[in-house]
């Protein structure tokens, strides 16, 4: 659950909360600080793994089970932007890159990118910044990489020393 300013000026805070069964479905629901609803949705028939909310309080992103993700408008909770197939596996964890981007990560080891909104989105504005972002997650990338199959030699090697022991 995340707290966001009201649109209104003087309104009280509100509070976004994200809901799923362990089967789901999924749901989005907005409080008042009193308690009462304001506002709900269902978001899809199967659980989420992830919800964000933007600095500013105006949009809301979900992560899906089933790898697809999701942005919303707050607090009307109208989807702005929906994809399907995002990540193989489900992605617990995302986070809002200035105004109209949203970076998410999986345990696929893949980093997705979204772009929404108007304009090229968010802060990658230009071609070479674009570049430069996939550079580094392709360089991160290899060292994960590179660090797992080190760790699954060295981790072979310790087996094999404990059978000599033996």
Known sequence: ARFFAAPLAGAPPLLVTAMAAPRGPACLGIYATDGTLVKEAKVDAKPLTCMSVSDDGKQLCLNLVTGAKRIYALPSLKCI????????????????????????????????????????????RSDVEVFCVMLAMIIVAFFILRIGLKGGELQQGLAANRLAEL
Do not use: Q
């Open 81 to 124: 932007k929906k994809v399907e197939n995002v990540h193989e596996l489900p992605a617990p964890c995302a986070a809002f890159l200035g105004e109209a981007t949203v970076v998410s990560g999986s345990g696929d080891r893949s980093i997705n990118l979204m772009f929404f909104g108007k304009g090229k989105g968010g802060i990658l």
